[in-house]
């Protein structure tokens, strides 16, 4: 899979779909040659041309021999680089920035040797994609600073299954002198063409994760948070879509970064119509001091290449991440059906009133119940960090004990990483809060600051308290809220020297008390969960079962968000649930809500028998339909953001099934519309729930199903496809 031709100094990475090449150059510089479908061979006599492609009037003076030599031809802004230096000759974004000790910020690295060995090495404290020696090969590439002992190893791992290419960085200090590290990126991209267009997600609270296509005009589009990982705004994932490219045909580029704090995308379309994608954790306030033998770790970083449309590279996505990186349901709880207290008592709820609401669960063929904030304090003023139940309010044990004896798992809500300034926490360790205590009006946000997961003692303590009610309760799930961004962003417990680190060590620290929850209790359900849908990121979903979508759960905007983020995260990643929002019945609802995890977000002891029997009806739908939507492939059909319908459709990786979602967003449906399905098998014969027809699979992808006839206005469908054999 990964090879290197000594004579021309050529790696060469490659599995049955993606061929990934680098180059050393004559001056030991890593020059990108290509990136696409497999080719052959390379043409070595053109390897010039591409560090050149525009030069030609660069060339370099050798200050030994004092001489100029004029063939050098590096041009500054059009050779492909895979490891773009910083005020050097290059003009376009950097890979790496480093300040050395006489304030130089020259960083230039060349190449010193390389190894290919099966497997990759493990990111001990970072999100990372599980693939092993049997999926997959790394190529670990060491280059040397110019100015000083400082080392880059760069890191190139292929998948044999898909096609992908992991990345990160890591900087290794061999140098006395102190040197600081102000940007360390993941990847970097440069593509020949500026044919793209960019397919990101944007967003803010309850409307997050929304689909934007962005014309890259000349110069930079940046995507970034700053937020310090609540991030609703924005999403570290993105297509580059060729402007032949369709949802079926087509070049389309995907990537993203494995992270949960700032991050940063950059698209510079630069004057010789090119485009730089660089990514990585945010510069932004950031500088790390390295000393000797300190050694500085990039997050994980990927790139995806398809020549067959954007569902195509939507399938890649969802096979990396759900065969790679979000963790696996118990077996126990692989069909659970979840009802969550949250929308329906908010805090209001004792004892009765949660054993009231599990004898209707039982009713409605709920098997899971998540207890979520309340539990410990009567509204959000107060006891973030004083992890002790109310037993004036709740008698835990008691109904977990009635939960289980009626067969209903249970599951409560923590939120492990913010401290209520009205908190016996807080007034003990008033150093545990993350902000700047020089600054007379800290921000308090929902009547909280966030506890400095940078400092070990804060975790510690959190954690001790977290777990011994874990520990003590018989519980099957978890919600870890994020309720809040960081602000006057200062930690009073680290040295000076690190407080420009502090977004990345915010990170390490959430992620160290993730992965020590997770180890201590691998067979909960882990649900994060960010004040809604913030923190829907591939970081958190390492080490999550699912991820709360966002705290819209209306059904009708809910499909833009479901729409736009299916694009990109697999669908079991999502929590979806039916509240008791406005109009819609449950069945509706539920049509929704079954293409992400499912679930209820009511109070179920204010529904009737009818609504109870539709819940029974859904719950079936939900459970028949599960795998398929869980496992399969997913298409994008209609665009909720350029008509007014929108559609989606599942289809069994056996092609055996297909599951099909339509709504109509205006009044009537005054459009007769016949709605082409993908990924059927073209001879094969399927019966479909909407007019109990038998058609081939080629007449579906062809002609459509006819949707002209009682496709009213926000109704949202399901229609099932099965094949038959006649
Ligand atoms: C925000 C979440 O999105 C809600 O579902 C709920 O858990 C509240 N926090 C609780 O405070």
Redesign the pocket.
Known sequence: MISFNKQTRTFRLENKNLVYMMHVNQYDMLIKLYFGKPIEDFDFNQIESVQNIFADTYSYYDLEKKEEHTNSKLDPFSMLCEVPSNLSHDKREALVIINHEDNSSLTDFRYVSHEIFKGRPVLENLPHIRCDEKDSETLKIVLKDIKDDVYLHCYYTILKDLNVIIRHNEIISKTKNVIRVNRLFSQSLDLTSNEYTLLALHGAYASDKLLEEINLTHNKTVIEDVSGGKGFNNSAVYMLKHKDASLETGEVIGGGLIYSNNFKMIFHRTQMEQIRVSIGMNDYNFEAVLHENDKYVSPESFICYTENGINEMTHIFHDLNRKYLLRKLPKPMQKSILL?S??GC?FNFNTQKIIDILTKCKEMGITLFVL???WFRND?TYGLGDWKIDHTKIDLKKVIDYAHSLNIKFGL?V?PEQISFNSDLYRSHPEYALFDPSTPRPTTL?HQFVLDVTNKEARDNVFNQISAIFDNYELDYC?W?F?RMLTEVYSQTLPREKQKEIFHLFALGSYDLLNRFVNRYPNIVLET?????GRFDLGMAYYSHQI?G??ETDAIPRTEIQYSANMFYPLRMMGAHISNRKHLSIKEKGAVAMFGTFGY?LDPTHLDDEQIKEALHTNDVFLRNKELVDEGDYYSLISPFESNFVSWEVVSKDKDRAIVFFLNYRHINWRSRYLKLYGLEKDAKYVNTLDNNTYKGEYYMNVGLNLSMGRGNFVPSLIELKKVNE
Not at 529 to 533: A, I, K, N, P, Q
């Open positions: 969550n949250w929308e908010t979520d904030d309340g959000d809500w939120e929902r919600k809220d309720n969960c960010s004040g809604g849908g709360w966002s705290d977000e």
